[in-house]
């Protein structure tokens, strides 16, 4: 089953997608692009980060995850993001819900299932 695409207009409400259908998110993406490394039960991968929420992070990646795969990593979050005078060092743990490839590199969703604010 294909998910719709979809983009949020700039009020956080969803636009339809060109087959007319919508997809209702409960949290607002920030296009925030970082530097991580992903941590799997089979070793560690360098990504970068196409946008971030609440929910969840869509990593841009040289190869693939699998579905389901649970993973861990840490984001270094600028502090404006969190309206702080300093930057924020979270670490997460979560599952890939989607992996794809577009113009050569892979993009993985995960969904964060905890997530801890560290002490800078």
């Given at each position: 089953m294909?998910?719709p695409?979809t983009?949020?207009?700039?009020d956080?409400?969803?636009t339809?997608a ?7 998110r ?13 941590f ?10 196409r946008?971030?929420s609440?929910?969840?992070v ?5 190869s693939?995850?699998?579905v ?7 984001l ?6 969190f309206?702080s ?10 599952r890939?819900?989607r992996c794809?490839?577009s113009q050569g ?6 969904t964060?299932?905890e997530?801890?604010f560290?002490?800078?």
């Open positions: 294909d998910t695409q983009s949020e207009s700039p956080n409400k969803p339809p060109p087959d007319g259908r919508q997809e209702v409960s949290a607002v993406r920030f296009p925030v692009s970082l530097p991580v490394v992903i799997t039960d089979e070793g560690q991968k360098t990504a970068v980060t946008n971030i609440a929910n969840g869509l990593f841009d990646l040289e693939s995850l699998a389901g795969q649970g993973i861990r990593f840490s270094h979050m600028p502090g404006a993001v309206g005078t300093r930057d924020v060092l979270v670490h997460c743990r979560g890939v819900v794809s490839i590199l892979y993009q993985a969703a995960v964060i299932d997530y801890q560290a002490e800078q």
